[in-house]
């Protein structure tokens, strides 16, 4: 029998999210939990996709049988807005070194898959929402940059952008701060730099959280642009 995939589910007041334990960036919103839960296996074979090689472990379940919902957390104002926002308890666990380099390594496959569908999608129309609304591609891209360029110090990791460098540029910086500091810190090192607020993400959340984004707004683009 295969083995179940371990999945925590965070309740908020409108909105659910199901996320896999042991593979960030899997992780589906839905109106309920079992709606969460279908929406994740919905999208388990573009997850896959998405990873390219670094998805050979992972394996698409048929259904929600082949789903172990482990934790539950309760949400915020932040998971009705529409993001994953709690930490599950297993990200915050040391990293050994294999480990660290798997996260990794998932993490730059869904910065890669979002950098594809945003370069395919160069020169399409995009569909607008039921009323009119939804960002063109210039937009996403400059939402996703705003976002890296936020998740960074709660990560612990800090970049200044040269004098007239764009988006492009800026994006590869910060990716690039980013995967440093969650290194540093998977390694017991101090991060590079302490937020003023003084609370840091955990490594695997900071990995789990800019994952999701990523292949979200890939999925998006894939799916509006016409």
């Known amino acids: 029998m295969a083995s179940l995939i371990p999945v925590y589910v965070e309740v908020g007041r409108r909105r659910v999210f199901a996320g896999a334990v042991l593979w960030p960036g899997w992780c589906r919103s839905g109106k309920d939990e079992e709606s969460a839960l279908q929406a994740l296996l919905d999208y388990g074979r573009r997850y896959k996709a998405a990873l390219r090689r670094v998805g050979r472990g992972f394996q698409a379940p048929a259904d929600e049988s082949a789903l172990q919902v482990v934790e ?56 607008k929402g039921p009323r009119g609304g939804g960002r063109e591609l210039d937009g996403i891209v400059d939402h996703v940059l705003g976002a890296e360029r936020a998740y960074l110090s709660p990560a612990g990791g800090e970049y200044r952008a040269p004098p007239g460098a764009d988006g492009a540029i800026e994006m590869a910086g910060i990716r690039r701060a980013l995967l440093k500091a969650l290194s540093a810190r998977a390694r017991g090192e101090p991060p590079p730099r302490t937020p003023r607020s003084g609370k840091l993400w955990a490594p695997t959340y900071a990995v789990r959280r800019s994952a999701w984004h990523a292949l979200d707004h890939a999925w998006e683009i894939e799916d509006r642009a016409t």
């Open 72 to 127: 539950r957390l309760r949400g915020s104002a932040t998971t009705d807005f529409g993001a994953p926002d709690k930490t599950p308890s297993a990200d915050e666990g040391p990293l050994d070194d294999n480990e660290a380099k798997r996260q990794a390594a998932i993490l730059r496959a869904a910065w890669s898959a979002f950098d594809r569908a945003a370069k395919d999608a160069i020169g399409a129309t995009f569909r």
